[in-house]
């Protein structure tokens, strides 16, 4: 085990041991953004040597698209002069860098973008700097820091595979009604237990869903809701739309889906603290549901692989095919892996809304 382990699990046990069984909304949230030893502000998880990839990071395909749908955005605004992208969880800035080099050959375009990065951890954020030493950009913890730098004009907001590492509440149902799902000590351990749930979270359970059988789990996440609504408030008064990508589904549905990956592998998620990366599925008709709350017109949740196909994106493959015929077959599997039903096109959804 590393130091870092050692470090975050000691840590996690000395709260337990002090204020009893802790929530895994909790643990998700110390496991990943501990200050000193938290999974994403420790390292860069990226890439086939690190834990995981993501779709920025497997072709710039996917943010030609996404640079080509805000561009879409601001035309539907009628072109507002000043304008603010809002990136949420931007890891190493892949993303953003392939929106703003489609943004350059649209006239007018970059000289009306305010940028703004959202980003917790500081090697990520130094990535980011290096990626996007070109352009300025002002970065921020937490949305409220963002607005700082917003301009007086619509926002538009994306985040992919942001929303999935916010935490999680997980509720069980009981003979006698709903316990929460906590995190407890056995000896060198940390295992799973049961707490009284919180009548708020009890009361954040989808409607479809409170009849769950005895034995269902069913997870609720305040962290997300309150994201979307704090987002969709912003848009209300300001104009504006939204675009998130995450592994995840349409209707909110029970089951336990928290995991943990390390390595291009799943592991324990209470084995390795601070060392795999944990996220949970996203439940977007939950967020959904809060972005009508606030007034915002939504698209039907669709599937990744419908999205990108619907913005084109086997024309802009064969495109790049032609001018790279070098890399013709590594284009065309770089493709199927975004859009591919057994890939990411399926699993992965697109929440998108505007107003
Ligand atoms: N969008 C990137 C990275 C996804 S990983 C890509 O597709 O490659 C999740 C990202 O969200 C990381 O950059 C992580 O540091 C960041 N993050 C996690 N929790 C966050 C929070 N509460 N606020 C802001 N950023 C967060």
Redesign the pocket.
Same mark, same amino acid.
């Given at each position: 085990m590393s130091e870092n382990t050692d470090g975050l699990k000691q840590f996690i046990m000395n709260r337990i041991s002090q204020n009893g069984a802790m929530s895994i909304a909790e643990y998700m949230d110390l496991a @990943?953004?501990h200050p000193d030893y938290g999974y994403?502000?420790t390292r860069d !998880? $990226?890439g086939v040597d690190g834990d995981f990839? %993501?779709?920025? &990071?497997i072709s710039q395909m996917f943010g030609e698209i996404i640079g080509a749908w805000i561009a879409d955005q601001w035309f539907q605004h009628e072109q507002p002069a000043e304008f603010t992208i809002l /990136?949420?969880? !931007?890891?190493?800035g %892949?993303?953003m860098a392939d929106i703003l080099r489609i943004g350059e050959t649209v006239p007018g375009f970059l000289d009306a973008a305010h940028i703004v990065l959202? /980003?917790?951890?500081p090697? @990520?954020r130094a990535a +980011?700097e290096e990626t996007l030493a070109e352009y300025n950009i002002g970065w921020a +913890? =937490?949305l409220d820091a963002a607005r700082e730098y917003f301009a007086d004009g619509p926002l538009f907001v994306i985040?992919? &595979? $942001?929303l =999935?590492? @916010?935490p999680v509440h997980q509720l069980r149902k009981t003979a006698d009604g709903w316990s929460e799902i906590a995190v407890d000590i056995d000896g060198e351990d940390l295992v799973k237990a049961q707490i009284p749930a919180d009548e708020s979270l009890v009361a954040q359970i989808p409607q479809g869903l409170t009849s769950a059988m005895a034995g269902s789990v069913v997870e609720v996440s305040p962290?997300r809701r309150e $994201?979307m609504l704090l987002i969709a408030g912003l848009m209300r008064d300001s104009g504006g739309a939204g675009l998130f990508?995450d592994y995840g589904h349409d209707r909110s549905a029970a089951g336990d889906t928290l995991q943990a990956v390390r390595d291009h592998a799943f592991c324990d998620v209470l084995s390795e603290p601070g060392e795999a =990366?944990i996220t949970s599925h996203v439940d977007f008709a939950e967020l959904c549901a809060a972005v009508q709350e606030v007034g915002g017109a939504l698209e039907p949740v669709r599937a990744q692989g419908d999205f990108l196909c619907a913005m084109g994106m086997e024309m802009r493959a064969e495109m790049l095919a032609d001018q790279n015929p070098d890399y013709a077959s590594e284009i065309a599997s770089q493709f199927t892996r975004l859009t591919g039903g057994n890939e990411m096109g399926r699993l992965f959804k697109v929440m998108e809304f505007s107003f």
């Open positions: @990943l953004g994403y502000m !998880p $990226f990839t %993501t779709a920025p &990071e /990136e949420c969880g !931007p890891g190493r %892949t993303l959202m /980003e917790t951890s090697v @990520l +980011q +913890q =937490d985040g992919n &595979e $942001f =999935d590492a @916010l962290a $994201f990508f =990366d």
